[in-house]
């Protein structure tokens, strides 16, 4: 498998990413990033390391985390960026980047979307649709499968839908595991995603 499909199939496989088309950061200093809600520059953030494992990329986020009061050891993603740089150089098999992935997912999960916080605080104000939307978005800026699973039952039983999302997302993982690699196989798992993507974000009544 050449590189340029690895890289490919990488992407397909972050399924409830947020793809930022009106925002074209690419490190913590222009003036779009500076003008977007604490929240959202989280979330640029991450995507920004898990896309580029730079040091630049590591240090932004290492600055922003301090700026919210987190204590969480930025240091320890490095020896997965080390690992990301090998494996582009040696061209690896796919099992060994998506091993990498579920490492690095998991890390960038420790660091709760801040829409949790909001939610949080709009179920202790008793206002139940604000915590199911809060809630429904920050999940979508969950990488690992053990972190969305987990918020989806946490979910459900103020929102029952979210059970449903949940054996739709198990489905959606089952299709990636049997997927080929072919650009037909990758462009139908980016349809089934998108789907599911947008289904998480609209909000049953």
């Known amino acids: 498998m050449n590189w340029t499909l690895v890289v490919t199939l990488l992407f397909v496989l972050l399924f409830v990413r947020i793809f930022w088309a009106h925002v074209k950061a690419n490190n913590a200093h222009t003036e779009a990033f500076k003008n977007l809600p604490s929240k959202d520059k989280l979330a640029?953030?991450?995507?920004?390391?898990?896309?580029?494992?730079?040091?630049?990329?590591?240090?932004?986020?290492?600055?922003?985390?301090?700026?919210?009061?987190s204590d969480?050891?930025?240091?320890?993603?490095?020896?997965?960026?080390?690992?990301?740089?090998?494996?582009?150089?040696?061209?690896?098999?796919?099992a060994e980047w998506d091993k990498l992935y579920v490492e690095q997912s998991e890390w960038v999960d420790q660091i709760s979307p801040l829409e949790f916080v909001e939610a949080e605080s709009?179920?202790?104000?008793?206002?139940?649709?604000?915590?199911?939307?809060?809630?429904?978005?920050?999940?979508?800026?969950l990488y690992s499968d053990q972190?969305?699973?987990?918020?989806?039952?946490?979910?459900?039983?103020d929102y029952p839908k979210a059970g449903q999302l949940l054996l739709s997302y198990t489905q959606l993982v089952e299709s990636c595991a049997e997927s080929g690699a072919d650009d037909k196989s990758l462009e139908a798992l980016r349809k089934k995603r998108d789907a599911w993507v947008e289904e998480l974000l609209t909000v049953e009544k």
């Open 44 to 69: 640029v953030l991450k995507e920004c390391l898990l896309n580029n494992p730079t040091e630049g990329n590591l240090q932004n986020l290492a600055n922003f985390l301090k700026e919210i009061g």
């Open 72 to 94: 969480l050891d930025v240091q320890s993603y490095k020896p997965m960026m080390e690992r990301q740089l090998t494996l582009a150089d040696k061209k690896e098999s796919l």
């Open 122 to 141: 709009a179920k202790a104000a008793g206002d139940t649709e604000t915590y199911i939307v809060r809630s429904l978005e920050g999940i979508s800026r």
């Open 147 to 157: 972190a969305i699973e987990s918020a989806l039952k946490q979910l459900e039983p």
